[in-house]
């Protein structure tokens, strides 16, 4: 049985570990969209052509996210903010993005 057990416990953390490693080639596709965005101007079109592929709905799927309509047109519309990953994703910006939509609500109600 604790055979079992700790071949289950390996089994699921090389699971998350390979769903990590999808996640990041998504990242990685997202910054690649926004460089051809500031560059080229058709980022989001270049995001959503490789999320409906076959390639892109694959790793996004290994990558733990549903390849639908609805996930493509987020994808789109994180690219066209033109946010790199790494600064939506750190602490300081969440932060900034928390202030910003409180400073909004605070000037609705008043």
Sequence with gaps: MRDFVDGS?????????ARKLFAAVVLAALDDAIADDKKYGNGPEQIARWARSRDGREVLSCAGIDPNERVVKGLMEFVAKGVRTSVALSREESERRLAAISDDHEAEAA
Aim: glycine share 12%.
């Design 9 to 17: 416990a390996f089994n699921y953390e090389q699971g998350q570990r």
